[in-house]
Structures are given as structure tokens and as C-alpha cells.
């Protein structure tokens, strides 16, 4: 019988392919690592040529290599670094907040409600609606040594009454209510905005009508109308000269000291020394000569027979009588400052027809 004889598997030799295919990925990563290595040697040998340390190149340095100056950054004081440079400023200053509570003031003489304004930065009726149980809307009433509140803002100032509402109240003075609420000075909750009794509010941006005073025109054909502002007061009617339309500066000095024209106080307050001279502005007749019930003082009202009337208040005399004839530049009387005024001025208006007028706009 025959058989087949056996082979022995154990000593046959790989095919070489399986063996490449086994070796390949060793094969690969060392040539990666002599890669790697090779590009290390370029990057040491580029540096060391440059003269560049690891340490300026912001690579660590073991402790090891601190001791090698050799590896530290050369600092050479003859080469020109361009760079950005910040001068001190000693005077510098912290942003200020704005001012939200209402401050106290004490009138000094010579003030007006238009210097105290300007000083503040707020308006003269801010300052008048903002103090009427001091000057009750008349900046004649403004004396020395009152206390005036100074409001942060433009408005009016406001005490809570009891039933009052906030919408009823910012109605009042031509608000919304939010802006109450809101405004930080007033400390009113968002969340429940219950106001007590007897609380001061500062109305942002509120207006309200004025209490106007002054003495009436009186016009030099009505009989007795100015008997009823003080001993001034003349009787009338007069017949008399006519002016010529046209004014002049009815003081030597022409520039404002004290109150400007606005609608609290509807003349200028013309600087004026006590006792200087002051004469009229356009020729007329005299309806009102002397002490006046409305704050003005001694005062000279001439009717100029034309439509225009002029008024001189805060007088220290008066040079003049009732129904006199006055010709332009005539004197009148001179300054001072009597009935409610802080300092010796011209307090001077002019009117047209019942109406006031800016004396700005006819002065020269």
C-alpha cells in the first residue's frame, strides 16, 4: 500500500512578502523619529547662528540652565526700540455724579434770582417755583440771609398732601408720572410707590403758571388807577408831552446787574451805584411818582403818550411829580435800592399797549 509521504511545515521559510508586510509600521515610525530628530538639529543650529537663547524666545529654561548667562536676553541701551510711551499726568480726575438732592442756599447781598440761577446752572423760574413760600414767585422778595432750596434739576418742588394721586400731581405740572417715580432724589419704590404726607417731590421738567406782581399800566388819561398801588399813585387825568418812539439808556451804565429779562421778572435790572442819576427814556408824562405797595420801592411810572409807558423802581429819590412833562434824558430821580431789592440797581421796563416788552429789544 502506498502512502504519502509527510512534509515538516516547521522549517519551510515565511513568504517574504508577510514578512515586509509585518515590518512595515516599524519601519515607518523610525523614520519619523530620525525626521524629527533632524528638524530639531536645524532648529538648535538656526537659533545658535541667530544668536537667539531659549530664554528670549519664551521657551522655559530648566533651573539648571539659569546659571549660564550666556542663555539670558542681551540688552544693548544703543539700539533704538520702537515703542508706544504714556506721559504721567498727575491731575487726573474722578468722574463726578450728578447732584440729585435739593441743596440750601443763604442769599448774600447783591444776589438776584438770575445770579443765584446762573451760579447753579438752572433756570430762574426753577429757582422761583422751587421757593414759593419764600418769595412767593417775586424775585423782589429776595432778601439777605433767606435759605432758598437749589433743585439738581430743572422743575418745580412739590409737598404731598394727603389724597393726593401721583397721576393727578404730574398732571399739575405737565408730566408723566413715571417720571416722578423715577427720578432718583424723590427715593420712591418701583415696586409699591407709596409717598407720605408732607413729602417734598422734585418734578423734572414741570412748569406751572406764575403769580405775577407788578403795578398795572396806567395810562395818562385814567383817572386815579394808581392811587391803588401806593402813595405814588397819581390822579389824573394828565395831558402832556409825547415821546419820540425811540429810547435811550436811561443810565450811564449799560450792562445787567442783577435780574435779566425772563418771564419771573419782566425788566432788566440795569447797574446802577446808589444815588447815580437816572433819567427818562423818551419823553412823556409822569403817572406814577413815589412809594409804590408791590415791592418796587420808590418808583417813576411816564406814560409817553404813544402806546409806550416806562417804569424806574428801586429809586432812592424821586426827582419828579405827577402829571409832569418829562423830556427824553430828563433826570428823574437816582438810584438805590428800597422796597425789595438785595443791592442799589435800576430796575427798568419797558410796556406797549398793556403788554411788556424786552427792553433789550428797543434799547440801542
Given at each position: 500500500m502506498?502512502?504519502?509521504?509527510?512534509?515538516?511545515?516547521q522549517?519551510?521559510?515565511?513568504?517574504?512578502?508577510?514578512?515586509?508586510?509585518t515590518?512595515?509600521?516599524?519601519?515607518?515610525?523610525?523614520?519619523c523619529?530620525?525626521?524629527?530628530?533632524?528638524?530639531?538639529g536645524?532648529?538648535?543650529?538656526?537659533?545658535?547662528?541667530?544668536?537667539?537663547?531659549?530664554?528670549?524666545?519664551?521657551?522655559?529654561?530648566?533651573?539648571?540652565?539659569?546659571?549660564?548667562?550666556?542663555?539670558?536676553?542681551?540688552?544693548?541701551?544703543?539700539?533704538?526700540?520702537?515703542?508706544?510711551?504714556?506721559?504721567?499726568?498727575?491731575?487726573?480726575?474722578?468722574?463726578?455724579?450728578?447732584?440729585?438732592?435739593?441743596?440750601?442756599?443763604?442769599v448774600?447781598?447783591?444776589?438776584?434770582?438770575?445770579?443765584?440761577?446762573?451760579?447753579?446752572?438752572?433756570?430762574?423760574?426753577?429757582?422761583?417755583?422751587?421757593?414759593?413760600?419764600?418769595?412767593?414767585?417775586?424775585?423782589?422778595?429776595?432778601?439777605?440771609?433767606?435759605?432758598?432750596?437749589?433743585?439738581?434739576?430743572?422743575?418745580?418742588?412739590?409737598?404731598?398732601?394727603?389724597?393726593?394721586?401721583?397721576?393727578?400731581?404730574?398732571?399739575?405740572?405737565?408730566?408723566?408720572?413715571?417720571?416722578?417715580?423715577?427720578?432718583?432724589?424723590?427715593?420712591i419704590?418701583?415696586?409699591?410707590?407709596?409717598?407720605?404726607?408732607?413729602?417734598?417731590l422734585?418734578?423734572?421738567?414741570?412748569?406751572?403758571?406764575?403769580?405775577?406782581?407788578?403795578?398795572?399800566?396806567?395810562?395818562?388819561?385814567?383817572?386815579?388807577?394808581?392811587?391803588?398801588?401806593?402813595?405814588?399813585?397819581?390822579?389824573?387825568?394828565?395831558?402832556?408831552?409825547?415821546?419820540?418812539?425811540?429810547?435811550?439808556?436811561?443810565?450811564?451804565?449799560?450792562?445787567?446787574?442783577?435780574?435779566?429779562?425772563?418771564?419771573?421778572?419782566?425788566?432788566?435790572?440795569?447797574?446802577?451805584?446808589m444815588?447815580?442819576?437816572?433819567w427818562?427814556?423818551?419823553?412823556?408824562?409822569?403817572?406814577?411818582?413815589?412809594?409804590?405797595?408791590?415791592?418796587?420801592g420808590?418808583?417813576?411810572?411816564?406814560?409817553?403818550?404813544?402806546?409806550?409807558?416806562?417804569?424806574?423802581?428801586?429809586?432812592?429819590?424821586?426827582?419828579v411829580?405827577?402829571?409832569?412833562?418829562?423830556?427824553?434824558?430828563?433826570?428823574?430821580?437816582?438810584?438805590?435800592?428800597?422796597?425789595?431789592?438785595?443791592?442799589?440797581?435800576?430796575?427798568?421796563?419797558?410796556?406797549?399797549?398793556?403788554?411788556?416788552?424786552?427792553?433789550?429789544?428797543?434799547?440801542p
Amino acid at each position: 500500500m502506498n502512502r504519502s509521504p509527510k512534509i515538516n511545515n516547521q522549517h519551510r521559510p515565511r513568504d517574504w512578502r508577510q514578512w515586509l508586510w509585518t515590518a512595515t509600521p516599524f519601519i515607518i515610525g523610525a523614520l519619523c523619529v530620525i525626521a524629527a530628530g533632524w528638524v530639531i538639529g536645524l532648529k538648535f543650529r538656526s537659533r545658535n547662528q541667530a544668536g537667539v537663547s531659549p530664554a528670549s524666545s519664551g521657551e522655559r529654561v530648566s533651573s539648571g540652565d539659569l546659571t549660564d548667562l550666556s542663555a539670558l536676553p542681551v540688552y544693548d541701551p544703543n539700539v533704538e526700540t520702537k515703542m508706544l510711551s504714556r506721559a504721567a499726568n498727575l491731575n487726573t480726575s474722578k468722574p463726578g455724579r450728578p447732584r440729585v438732592d435739593v441743596l440750601q442756599y443763604t442769599v448774600q447781598p447783591g444776589d438776584s434770582v438770575f445770579g443765584i440761577s446762573a451760579k447753579f446752572g438752572i433756570e430762574p423760574e426753577t429757582l422761583l417755583w422751587g421757593n414759593f413760600e419764600v418769595l412767593n414767585d417775586d424775585p423782589h422778595l429776595l432778601k439777605p440771609g433767606q435759605e432758598l432750596n437749589i433743585l439738581p434739576v430743572d422743575g418745580t418742588y412739590y409737598e404731598w398732601q394727603d389724597g393726593d394721586d401721583l397721576d393727578h400731581v404730574a398732571g399739575l405740572f405737565g408730566v408723566e408720572s413715571r417720571e416722578i417715580i423715577e427720578y432718583p432724589g424723590n427715593h420712591i419704590s418701583f415696586v409699591d410707590p407709596q409717598i407720605m404726607p408732607g413729602t417734598w417731590l422734585i418734578i423734572p421738567e414741570g412748569q406751572r403758571a406764575f403769580k405775577q406782581w407788578f403795578v398795572p399800566t396806567i395810562a395818562r388819561g385814567q383817572a386815579g388807577v394808581g392811587t391803588a398801588y401806593g402813595p405814588g399813585g397819581c390822579a389824573g387825568p394828565y395831558t402832556g408831552v409825547v415821546g419820540t418812539g425811540g429810547f435811550i439808556w436811561p443810565a450811564s451804565n449799560h450792562y445787567i446787574s442783577g435780574n435779566d429779562y425772563w418771564s419771573g421778572h419782566l425788566a432788566i435790572d440795569i447797574a446802577a451805584g446808589m444815588g447815580a442819576g437816572i433819567w427818562a427814556a423818551d419823553g412823556g408824562v409822569v403817572v406814577f411818582a413815589g412809594w409804590s405797595t408791590v415791592g418796587y420801592g420808590n418808583m417813576v411810572m411816564i406814560d409817553h403818550g404813544n402806546g409806550w409807558q416806562t417804569v424806574y423802581a428801586h429809586l432812592s429819590q424821586v426827582g419828579v411829580g405827577c402829571g409832569q412833562s418829562v423830556n427824553q434824558g430828563q433826570s428823574i430821580g437816582l438810584a438805590g435800592s428800597t422796597g425789595n431789592s438785595t443791592g442799589p440797581h435800576l430796575h427798568f421796563e419797558t410796556r406797549f399797549q398793556d403788554g411788556f416788552v424786552n427792553p433789550w429789544y428797543v434799547l440801542p
